[in-house]
């Protein structure tokens, strides 16, 4: 069962151009941010992020895990983000040769409770009192940030890479 919440701030398809300036001189991205408040599994094909912008796992009591498995893989997530506020908590399991890539840019940001999230980034347990756990495992299954990747920003981050499993990104901490 997939429970997603979609927070649109501005429609982009009408304020196109309007998102196209506010990128260029470092403003707030207008695009969506899509939360995952509950289990979620992709099993093979594609999660499509209609409309970009980051995906969020977290929730105060659900305790949601995000489940990419039998070789499933991402489109048009700009940022990731497990566990995002104080006293919430989120699961990553990209498993069975899955793929998630975040391909957004730096001058793409949102603002997650007290924190800037920036496009391109991986996050785990972002902001204070939060926790973040990711697991990627088996031959061929992937995280790939285009940026970095932020274990326990503010919050707790966990991330275990096993048996053939692996993550790529330009920096990470």
Do not use: C, K
Request: aromatic share 8%; charged share 10%; proline share 3%.
């Amino acid at each position: 069962m997939r429970h997603a919440r979609r927070i649109d701030l501005l429609p982009a398809n009408r304020f196109g151009f309007m998102l196209f300036l506010a990128g260029l001189i470092g403003l707030p991205s207008f695009l969506p941010a899509v939360t995952v408040d509950s289990d979620f599994t992709q099993n093979g094909g594609t999660f499509d992020n209609t409309g970009g912008g980051p995906l969020v796992v977290s929730h105060g009591s659900n305790d949601p895990t995000f489940t990419l498995t039998n070789g499933a893989g991402t489109s048009n997530v700009e940022a990731f983000v497990a566990g995002d506020l104080t006293g919430e908590t989120g699961h990553l399991l990209i498993e069975g040769g899955s793929t998630l890539t975040n391909s957004g840019s730096f001058i793409d940001t949102w603002t997650i409770g007290s924190e800037t999230v920036n496009g391109g980034r991986g996050y785990l347990g972002l902001n204070t009192g939060s926790i973040g756990t990711a697991t990627v495992s088996g031959i061929g299954s992937t995280w790939t940030n285009s940026i970095e990747l932020r274990v326990g920003e503010h919050g707790t981050g966990t991330l275990l890479v096993e048996q053939g499993g692996s993550v790529a990104n330009t920096n990470g901490f």
